[in-house]
């Protein structure tokens, strides 16, 4: 891992030289990038990678200012590129000062470290996208007028912080990876985490392209709350494993966040943009309401949605054995013995050296009744 002190140096390039160092390296990328914002002639090469492309300027109606909004473009690939390193630089960042010296006071075996790493990165993105996407939203208003979502379609025009937003969650999630190869991931858990990235590029890839920002943000933040909820209990369950509460209410707004996905792609590719005033494709204008695209994106929607609902009632119903099983090994350990009988009493009393007889022509019995 980056930024880390060695004691002994592996071969220059060779597989664990990049491991070891991949965050210093991708660090001498993005300074090089930076540098070029000082000479003239490479400025206008740099400024590409750095700053947000595409600004259109439009005057409001209503208001006398004018106000800078932005559409997507080739250009987009090299702001995505410098802003993947930046996170690769913050992920090395967060694993060496906060999560390696929790790991230490932990002592976790391999599976639960690898776990609690990666629930502690992905903690931290929620968080952050999370409350990003709140204060977009805020400023949007959609929660006095949810029509927002396809009026005015194709929404080409952006904000500032909405592209800027949807430029960081390709990029973060592009650089998931590579991280993949950095982190030393086990082989058995590469297959699940490559199925959830790719499925987030598509998804946040797709929004953007089809201009549909606005659905994809307004989905996005329930389901990073719902995420951030998961992977705070399981930082929570790995330092006590008697806290599990949070599991509770993460599995209740799994729930509900997949309904009110559901609900609202519904609403939006089935009654929203059909009735729309644009109807027709054009890549000139970024119109994509047609009927084959609506419905595509609806059932990749819903897909996703149904293959979430099983991975969920799958990893509920194997909790579910675990805790029968453990409930039933409990009672069988503190479950009362039985009673022992008679003649196992003698034998263990004869093994102890003592010999009970009830007999009563017995040598000890006569010199009893004698006296």
């Known amino acids: 891992m980056g930024f880390r002190k060695k004691n002994k140096s592996p071969p220059v390039l060779s597989h664990e030289f990049v491991i070891q160092n991949h965050a210093d390296m991708v660090s001498c990328v993005a300074m ?20 947000i492309q595409y600004n259109v300027t439009q005057s409001l109606d209503e208001r006398a200012e004018q106000v ?41 075996s391999k599976t639960k470290h690898s776990k609690f790493n990666e629930s502690g990165q992905l903690a931290a993105f929620y968080l952050l996208s999370f409350i990003w996407g709140c204060s977009i939203l805020t400023a949007e208003e959609f929660a006095t007028n949810p029509t927002f979502l396809w009026e005015g379609y194709p929404h080409t025009h952006m904000v500032f912080q909405v592209k800027f937003f949807y430029i960081c969650q390709i990029a973060y999630w592009l650089h998931a990876l590579p991280e993949l190869y950095f982190q030393k991931v ?10 959830y990235i790719c499925l987030y590029v598509f998804h946040i890839t797709g929004a953007y392209i089809l201009n549909l920002h606005r659905l994809g943000l307004v989905l996005l933040v329930p389901h990073y709350l719902v995420e951030l909820l998961f992977h705070a209990s399981r930082l929570f369950y790995f330092s006590d494993e008697n806290k599990q509460k949070g599991f509770t209410l993460w599995a209740l707004l799994f729930v509900i966040a997949r309904l009110l996905t559901l609900t609202l792609s519904v609403l939006t ?7 729309a005033e644009n109807q027709g494709f054009s890549l000139a204008k970024g119109n994509f309401n047609v009927l084959t695209i609506r419905m595509t994106c609806l ?24 805790h029968s099983q453990s409930q039933a090994s409990k009672k069988k350990a503190f479950s009362p013995k039985s009673k022992p009988h008679k003649k196992d009493l003698a034998r263990v009393g004869s093994a102890n050296g003592v010999v009970k007889s009830d007999d009563k022509t017995s040598p000890r019995a006569r010199k009893a009744k004698a006296s």
């Open 32 to 51: 090089i990038i930076l540098l070029g914002l000082m000479f003239e002639v490479t400025a206008k090469f740099a400024i590409m990678f750095i700053t």
């Open 68 to 108: 800078n909004l932005y559409q997507y473009g080739p250009k987009d690939i090299a702001t995505v590129f410098f802003y993947l390193l930046i996170a690769v630089i913050l992920h090395a960042l967060i694993q060496e000062y906060i999560l390696d010296k929790m790991n230490r006071r932990l002592h976790l």
């Open 186 to 195: 086990r082989k058995e858990d590469i297959p699940r985490q490559l199925y």
């Open 269 to 275: 590719f089935g009654f929203g943009l059909p009735r």
């Open 299 to 322: 059932a990749a929607i819903c897909l996703t949605q149904a293959w979430m609902m099983w991975k969920f009632i799958n990893f509920q119903l194997k909790k579910w054995r675990e």
